[in-house]
Antibody
């Protein structure tokens, strides 16, 4: 059973960079997509972007320019960096595995989520 | 971006009821439509992918249908553990938009 776990600071100051890491266990990240999805309090889910194990990335255009996702296959991890954060970036951040064509490209496994608050 | 609109936004029902939630896409997405269940303080859980395929381990009382722009998820007989918020999500194009959610509450 694949499991994902987010880690990183829960508090980030405005204008600084939010950094999170997702560690995958119970399976290899190779051959798969790792995704970041966020949910502001009381709001709907929003895709931030995803990365193929080879390093190819796709980002939500609304965040492009501020977001960077990287992968470390040797550690079975992928990471998120979101720069120049504001209070609007306060959200629960989830990492998730994106299934391939046979799973309709759905997000089939999720981490438990981590709340990141942007505040001075 | 493709807009995903769910209806209703909230729904009250009783254990044993048959419930249907609708999701409409702003343009055709073929069958690239997925449904998730989210309970308070928990991560979403995939229920249905590709409009009608049941994710492994999901009870058969859940079913999905639709193609193009109109989709539904149906719970044939509500169980106490089904009271949650349900989201549809398109995986046809970036940014893989989620619907606004349907909160299913106990009547």
């Amino acid at each position: 059973q694949v499991q994902l776990q987010e880690s990183g600071p829960g508090l980030v100051k405005p204008s600084e960079t939010l950094s999170l890491t997702c560690t995958v266990s119970g399976g290899s990240i190779s051959g798969h997509y790792g995704s970041w999805i966020r949910q502001p309090p009381g709001m709907k889910l929003e895709l931030i972007g995803y990365i193929y194990y080879s390093g190819s990335t796709t980002y939500n255009p609304s965040l492009k320019g501020r977001v960077s996702i990287s992968v470390d296959t040797s550690k079975n991890q992928f990471s998120l960096k979101l720069s120049s954060v504001t209070a609007a970036d306060t959200a629960v951040y989830y990492c998730a595995k994106k299934g391939g064509k046979t799973k309709g490209y759905a997000f089939d496994y999720w981490g438990q989520g981590t709340l990141v608050t942007v505040s001075s | 971006d493709i807009q995903m609109t769910q209806s209703p936004s909230s729904l009250s029902a009783s254990v044993g009821d048959r419930v249907t939630i609708t999701c409409r896409a702003s343009q055709s997405i073929s069958t690239y439509l997925n449904w998730y269940q989210q309970k308070p303080g928990k991560a979403p859980k995939l229920l249905i992918y590709a409009a009608s395929s049941l994710q492994t381990g999901v009870p058969s009382r859940f079913s999905g249908s639709g193609s193009g722009t109109d989709f539904t998820v149906t719970i044939s007989s509500l169980q106490p553990e089904d009271f949650a918020t349900y989201y549809c999500q398109e995986s046809y194009s970036i940014p893989h938009t989620f619907g606004q959610g349907t909160k299913l509450e106990i009547k």
